[in-house]
């Protein structure tokens, strides 16, 4: 299914006005709810078909072969029927965000004190945190300099429907998933939109254009333009069963040119050269970007963490550096969100308020009176481990009574353990009827969405080559889920409908 109707390209960040006759007049979505079922059933049909022609895929779990051989066992990527409707001031607060955390990260990156610090403690109850500090700290006296520097990032927001506020979630900084997909549902949306347009009423452009894909491929080819090495390909280090390839592009539109290894692989063939040029295999690499390596399962032997210490010993361009990594835990964004912190990294005023107007309730679980009114009344709090990773079947963070239980267990055992968590206060985004797909099945059900904002950032010594937003990510999924991943069957692909 194919539209030849132009829609409108609302660039995510770039306040442009938006000329249309209907500006003042945009429809809110309709009750999806209520929709005709012989409707409701041909645009079913259609998405489906649209996402097997356009590859909204993903390898399917419950094919054995699936993950190891690509190609096989494909299903169309879990995704909302329509975009959720979204306020534009709002979106594009959270674009003009994007270089400024993008600048705040770099300089964190550059603080070796204030990231060993603040993650001391932590360092102690958590070994993957900790084996990543042990690198860090070996860069540090080794006086390794990460003189050319990318960053492929993504801000996560919830819009709170009591204040009106849009918080900040956490911000990613290593394997920001789905810039491919994403894309790939937006255009999606905007095809149907199209297609059912006498039917649904509703103008496919308010759905903003999304190129994250094709801002991160170049951003990883300029990457590898300053490595300077013609020769140099990119790597992208991925899990031992990947269902989510990405960056194509880099040889097709670039003509650089990409490998794709394991951590155990890269042990098994990395070499590394006096001059610091990592070969894996025969291969130079320029740039290194990171799809593994975030979570302790991706380290299951020692021969991982020979590969991600020889790596970053190399004058690779690593995508993130451990730096990088680090700055993206949960403890720095706590520890950023004290008064008078972001100030030691930021000069300009203004940007230091846009960020903190952003910044949900954060604290250390050291703060009594915080932890005493989280055991009182936990609804409003959220227990986050201050990593990513864990068991993706079951979630991260800990809600309810489960983490009045989990907050009462530390204060009795009164270990260092709390240092593994940070509290958060908990958003409450408005709920809405979704048409969520999966399997081939679409489920009627109530959603909340979170919305996330890439965005690039690379810079060689003093000169910044480029710090923009790239696109944008939204997931939705059932309001009763506590946890909001994708791949980890939590939920939906989603797009944004501007209102």
């Not at 979170?450 to 690039?456: C, N, T, V």
């Not at 990510?473 to 501007?498: H, I």
Request: glycine share 6%; hydrophobic share 35%.
């Amino acid at each position: 299914m194919t539209t030849s109707s132009p829609f409108l390209p609302i660039k995510c960040g770039r306040v442009e006005e938006i000329n249309t006759q209907e500006e003042n007049l945009t429809k809110p979505m309709p009750n999806l709810h209520i929709m005709d079922p012989k409707l409701l059933q041909s645009m079913v049909y259609d998405a489906l078909v649209w996402s097997s022609l356009h590859g909204l895929v993903v390898g399917d779990r419950n094919i054995q072969r699936s993950g190891k051989v690509p190609g096989v066992g494909m299903v169309h990527a879990p995704f909302a029927l329509l975009p959720m409707s979204f306020p534009e001031s709002h979106w594009r607060q959270a674009c003009e965000l994007a270089p400024i955390f993008n600048e705040l990260v770099d300089r964190v990156s550059l603080d070796g004190e204030f990231l060993q610090d603040s993650l001391s403690r932590t360092k102690k109850v958590d070994a993957f945190t900790s084996r990543l500090l042990d690198i860090h700290s070996k860069m540090l006296q080794s006086n390794k300099k990460e003189e050319i520097r990318l960053g492929l990032n993504r801000s996560d927001y919830m819009l709170d429907e009591q204040t009106k506020l849009l918080l900040q979630i956490e911000l990613n900084t290593v394997s920001s998933s789905f810039p491919g997909l994403s894309c790939l549902v937006s255009e999606l949306h905007r095809s149907l939109l199209n297609q059912f347009k006498e039917q649904l009423g509703l103008d496919s452009g308010r759905i903003p254009g999304n190129a994250s894909l094709s801002q991160f491929a170049e951003a990883l080819a300029k990457a590898w333009k300053e490595y300077n090495n013609p020769r140099a390909v990119v790597m992208i280090v991925v899990q031992t069963e990947e269902r989510n390839i990405c960056f194509p592009q880099l040889c097709n539109t670039y003509d650089v040119s990409t490998i794709r290894k394991t951590l155990a692989e890269i042990d098994e063939q990395g070499v590394l050269l006096p001059d610091g040029t990592l070969l894996v295999g025969d291969h130079a690499i320029g740039v290194i970007y990171f799809r593994a390596g975030y979570t302790p399962n991706d380290y299951p032997s020692e021969s991982e963490w020979r590969a991600r210490y020889l790596m970053e010993q190399s004058s690779a361009i690593k995508c993130p550096s451990i730096s990088y990594h680090l700055a993206g835990t949960k403890k720095i964004q706590q520890e950023l969100a004290k008064p008078n912190v972001l100030e030691r990294f930021l000069d300009n005023k203004d940007d230091i308020a846009k960020l903190r107007k952003c910044f949900a309730g954060l604290w250390s679980l050291d703060d009594s009176s915080i932890v005493k009114d989280a055991i009182e009344r936990p609804e409003f709090y959220v227990m986050k481990p201050q990593r990513e990773g864990g068991d993706p079947s079951s979630g991260n963070n800990i809600y309810g009574d489960d983490m009045r239980k989990a907050l009462l267990r530390l204060q009795e055992e009164g270990t260092e353990e709390n240092a593994a968590y940070i509290l958060m206060q908990r958003i409450f985004p408005t709920i809405a009827p979704s048409l969520l797909m999966r399997d081939g099945i679409c489920h009627k059900d109530h959603a909340i969405s979170e919305l996330g904002i890439y965005s690039a950032y690379l810079r060689n010594k003093e000169s910044v080559i480029m710090n923009e937003h790239c696109g944008y990510l939204m997931r939705t999924k059932v309001s009763s889920s506590n946890e909001g991943g994708v791949a980890a069957g939590f939920a939906v692909l989603d797009s944004v409908y501007l209102t």
